[in-house]
Structures are given as structure tokens and as C-alpha cells.
């Protein structure tokens, strides 16, 4: 959904900051500083975006040829990185339950070689799960049911219901836990799902996608994540799609109108093409800039270059910068940008996870004196903003087919172009859907109650640091506020004949005021941190 919005401030805030607030799908320039792998091998060449009978010419969606790999080449899901979580939001006095990929994992931190492990999350002498477990005292991973521990390599340690002069069970390679891949880059946990021994040095051969702008001290560093109850391939070809923008997501985000206004949510037409398509996924091009699909889980916008606040104060009424015309700059302007940045993780069939962080290097005190969890109010309230759609909209979709996408799909425009470009990746490399190996059928869990889809609670904030600390504060200073205006009234009814009268009313006042902020805020923790309604038709 080129949805998400860099930062979520205040439109109080100065001009500098609010190009933040706006979809990638406007601002884009030429930027060339990701290196990617994609194949350069050429083979047979694809005329149109779209060629199905039930679409339209292909001069109509787009004219760009369309480079693909060799027919029998096939993408290997289980020979990818996949990122788990970001480092920020792991807490290392515990083990986190995760699931990637269709695999329950257990993620924790070894304090003893200092670094992230990913194990299955499953004990070797009764499968339970790890991640119910603790750290014991000594570093290793303690399974609480009956206590065996493990090493960061997955050896079990202790039995104690071994005999300690009896034969050393706890050495046997049954005993042992299943240890997958693991390394940190740009600040998240990064696994490789597959446990076989020559994959033990596998980061010396492949390494996850780099991302420099999140090791750069230059910039930003916020970010957010949020499981998704739809699919991987729904996820992706949303945050490719700039044309819902306007409509899903009216009057959340901020975004400059044409002069040419169609209608009052401001949708125009878009100019895009995929110019190519390899094995390893491909990037688009468009007026603005560009972006890239790296596979199987990074899509990395480019965003255009800002040279001065003046630039971003006339994009932000919609009006051409100096950059987009390529007037020259004085060399002595630092180049302000801001990058958009989706990791888009498969969970199992109808569930995925996102990663998102917009870099940028201008306006950088804004994120150091104001909260994460500010930041995701709005940010969450974008994804609520179409999720029951999209959820819906995944069914209808399985229930024709995925690899059917072209016969049930009617997309005329060239706005479409990424979307028809990953359901063409998706189809050439690997039959028209993810690979879930032996583990799943394609079948989608059934739709819950509105109010549990768009949960907040379990799906943010339990896995975000910074608004699981808020949500306790608040639902504290809700308490401590209900417990002064009980207390306030209480004084008030046994000292009532030795208060004076204006001292009896200043009290019940501040007892009422201060109950009322308290069912305020209760409104306000339910409605950021559980469930926040989204109805399209009153929004006007």
C-alpha cells in the first residue's frame, strides 16, 4: 500500500517535516545507491504487462518489454533471508515466539556469544514450546516444563532428571534443538530457514538485502511492525499500489492535488513501467523516481531529492522542485531525502507480517524528542484503513485462483504495472503462489468478528517496545486518575463540616474533572491500542 506515512506528525509542525506525512507514490527522484542482485541473464522477452483475453491491449497498460529469466528457473523460498523482527522491539531477559515462513521459532539472546538466536520453537524431549521458557542464570535457554537447557548452538546442556553418574543423555544428538541461520543487519533479526549443517556459514555466501540509509548516522531511524490478517502476496502488491492511495486512505494522509482535480479525493493518472523482471525480483520506474522489489520481502521506494525547505514546502501544495527540473544546485545544499522502506514477511496462508522505516536525513530531532509509539498512532491507523478490504479481497481472489490473477483481474491503467509485475514474477518463478512446502494447504483461516481482525493489541502493540510502555502508562495514569476523584469525593462526604463551602465545590469539581479524563483516556486506549473502526462511506 504505498501507504504508510513516513512519520505521523503534527500538521503544526513545520513545512520541512510535512512532506513526510505524503505517500511514496508522489515524490520520487533518481537514486542509485542500493546495490541489488538481479540477474542479468537475458531470455525471452515479454511485449506487454498483460496478456490475457480478458485484457485490454497491451499499448493500453504499457509498452515496456519485459525481461525475464530462463522458463525453468524457479524461486526457492526456503534458500532466502527472511527478517523476523526488528532489534528494538526484542527484549533480551526473554525468549520471543515467532512464526515466519509457516515455522515457529523461538528468538532469543544469548548473552554469552552476545547475539540473537533463532531455534525451533520446540524442546526435543516433549515439544514444548521454548519460547514459554526463560534465560536461566548461566546464559542457556531453559525449556520450563522440565527445565533442559540449551546452548546457543542448540546443544543441550542439563538434563536434571538425568542421573549426574549415570550416562551423559544430555550429549546425544536427539537431545540437541534445531538452530537456524541468524545475523542482525540494518537493525533487524534476519534468519535462514533451513537448519542442515552446510548452511551453517551461509551468511559468508548470501547476505540479506543491505539497506545503507539505516546504517547511516545521518538519518532517521524509526520503525514499526504490525501482523497483517492477509496474505504475503495481498501485502506486497498493496504497498506496490499507488493508485488506492487517495480513496483508501482519504483524509488520513496528506497529499498534493493536481491542478487538474477529477474528483474530490484527487486520483490521476499514473505513469509507470517495469522495464524489467528476473529471478530476483524488479524495480519500476515512474515520473517521480522509481522503486525496487527485492525478493522475496524488501520493496524500497526511491524517494526524489529535497535541496531546501523551500523545495519541500512546494511539493507540499504540489508544485514542481527545482530538483525534478534538474536545475543545478549550489554545491554548498546538503541533498534532503526521505526513503520509504517495506519488509514484507510471509507468517502462513492469509497472514504476514510488515517491517516498515522511513529514513530520512532532514528534521532528525523531531524523532529524538518524540516517542515511537506517537509516531505509530497514524501509522496504524493507514493499515486499519483498508486491511478489512484487503482481507476480504484475499478470499475473492483464492476463490478464483491465484495463478487466474489475469482472468480475474481487469487493470486497463499504467498504474497497475507493479502490481501485474510481481502476479508475472510470481507466476514464472514459482506457479502462481509463496511455497509453504509440506506444512500448509492453501486454505485461508475464516474471517473473524471486525473487532478481532483489526485488533491492535496483539497484532502492534505487544510486539512494539515503545507502545507496550505507553499502553501500561496510560492505563496507569487512567487509574491513578479514577482513584483521586474517588478519594477527592471521599474527603469531601467525611470532612463535610469542617470544609468551607468553596473548598467542598473546588474539590468535587476537580473529583468530576478529573474522572471524565479518566474515561477519556479509556476511550483513547481503546480506541489506538485495541480497535479503531474504519467506515469509508462517512468519511467525506
Same mark, same amino acid.
Given at each position: ?9 503534527? /500538521? ?39 496478456? &490475457?483475453?480478458? &485484457? ?8 515496456? *518489454?519485459? *525481461? ?21 522491539? =526484542?527484549? $533480551? ?8 515462513? !509457516? ?26 514450546? =521454548?519460547? *514459554? ?19 546457543? &548452538? ?68 524509526? #520503525? ?27 483524509? #488520513? ?12 479525493? !484527487? ?15 524488479? &524495480? ?42 534538474? *536545475? ?14 517495506? #519488509?514484507? #514477511?510471509?507468517?502462513?496462508?492469509? $497472514? ?6 522511513? /529514513? ?22 493507514? =493499515?486499519?484503513?483498508?486491511?478489512? =478490504? ?151
Amino acid at each position: 500500500m504505498e501507504a504508510l506515512t513516513a512519520s505521523s506528525f503534527n /500538521p503544526s509542525l513545520n513545512h520541512r517535516v510535512q512532506l513526510i506525512k505524503f505517500k511514496p507514490m508522489l515524490y520520487f527522484s533518481q537514486f542509485n545507491t542500493i546495490p541489488t542482485s538481479f540477474s542479468s541473464s537475458k531470455s525471452k522477452i515479454y511485449a506487454a504487462l498483460s496478456s &490475457s483475453s480478458s &485484457s485490454p491491449p497491451s499499448s493500453v497498460v504499457s509498452s515496456a *518489454e519485459i *525481461e525475464t529469466e530462463k522458463e525453468d528457473e524457479k524461486f526457492d523460498w526456503f534458500s532466502q533471508w527472511y527478517p523476523v523482527m526488528p532489534e528494538c522491539d =526484542l527484549d $533480551k531477559r526473554a525468549p520471543h515466539a515467532k512464526r515466519v515462513l !509457516g515455522l515457529d521459532l523461538v528468538v532469543w539472546w544469548d548473552r554469552n556469544e552476545n547475539s540473537w538466536k533463532v531455534f525451533d520453537d520446540m524442546c526435543p524431549h516433549r515439544l514444548a514450546p =521454548l519460547s *514459554e521458557g526463560r534465560v536461566d542464570q548461566w546464559g542457556r535457554l531453559q525449556c520450563v516444563y522440565h527445565g533442559w537447557c540449551f546452548n546457543g &548452538s542448540g546443544d543441550c546442556k542439563f538434563i536434571p532428571q538425568a542421573p549426574p553418574d549415570g550416562p551423559p543423555v544430555h550429549t546425544f544428538k536427539k537431545a540437541c534443538v534445531n538452530v537456524y541461520p541468524s545475523t542482525v543487519q540494518n537493525g533487524i533479526v534476519w534468519f535462514w530457514p533451513n537448519t542442515e549443517p552446510q548452511c551453517n556459514d551461509i551468511i559468508m555466501k548470501k547476505k540479506p538485502p543491505y539497506i545503507p540509509e539505516l546504517d547511516d548516522p545521518s538519518y532517521t531511524k524509526t #520503525i514499526g511492525n504490525r501482523d497483517l490478517p492477509y496474505g504475503y502476496e495481498v501485502l506486497i502488491e498493496n504497498l506496490m499500489d499507488p493508485a488506492h492511495v487517495p480513496y483508501a486512505h482519504y483524509k #488520513i494522509m496528506r497529499i498534493p492535488q493536481s491542478k487538474v482535480k477529477l474528483d474530490k479525493e !484527487g486520483g490521476v493518472p499514473i505513469e509507470m513501467s517495469v522495464p524489467n523482471i528476473g529471478l530476483n525480483g524488479f &524495480s519500476s520506474k515512474r515520473e517521480w523516481g522509481g522503486s525496487k522489489f527485492m525478493a522475496p520481502c524488501v520493496y524500497y521506494a526511491f524517494p526524489e531529492l529535497v535541496t531546501d525547505e523551500s523545495s519541500i514546502a512546494d511539493q507540499s501544495k504540489g508544485l514542481v522542485s527545482s530538483t525534478r527540473n534538474n *536545475e543545478e544546485q549550489p554545491s554548498h545544499v546538503a541533498k534532503q531525502r526521505v526513503v520509504l522502506i517495506f #519488509i514484507c #514477511i510471509p507468517v502462513s496462508p492469509g $497472514k504476514s507480517r510488515v517491517i516498515w522505516t522511513f /529514513p530520512r536525513n532532514f528534521a532528525v530531532w523531531i524523532d529524538r524528542i518524540v516517542p515511537r509509539w506517537i509516531f505509530h498512532l497514524n501509522q496504524n491507523l493507514i =493499515l486499519d484503513s483498508d486491511l478489512n =478490504l484487503l482481507h476480504l479481497e484475499e478470499r475473492k481472489i483464492m476463490a478464483v485462483g491465484p495463478s487466474n490473477w489475469q482472468r480475474a483481474f481487469f487493470v486497463p491503467t499504467k498504474s497497475d504495472a507493479n502490481v501485474i509485475a510481481f502476479r508475472k514474477w510470481l507466476n514464472k518463478y514459482s506457479g502462481g503462489q509463496l511455497n509453504w512446502g509440506e506444512k500448509f494447504s492453501q486454505t485461508l483461516p475464516p474471517t473473524p468478528p471486525k473487532d478481532q481482525l483489526m485488533d491492535r493489541y496483539w497484532t502492534h502493540v505487544v510486539n512494539c517496545q515503545s507502545c507496550n510502555i505507553a499502553y501500561k502508562a496510560l492505563n496507569g495514569l487512567e487509574l491513578v486518575l479514577q482513584v483521586i476523584s474517588i478519594v477527592s469525593l471521599g474527603f469531601v462526604a467525611t470532612t463535610k463540616d469542617q470544609l468551607p463551602t468553596p473548598s467542598r465545590i473546588a474539590l468535587v469539581t476537580m473529583a468530576i474533572l478529573l474522572f471524565a479524563a479518566s474515561r477519556w483516556l479509556s476511550h483513547f486506549i481503546y480506541k489506538h491500542f485495541h480497535f479503531h473502526d474504519y467506515n469509508h462511506a462517512l468519511v467525506q
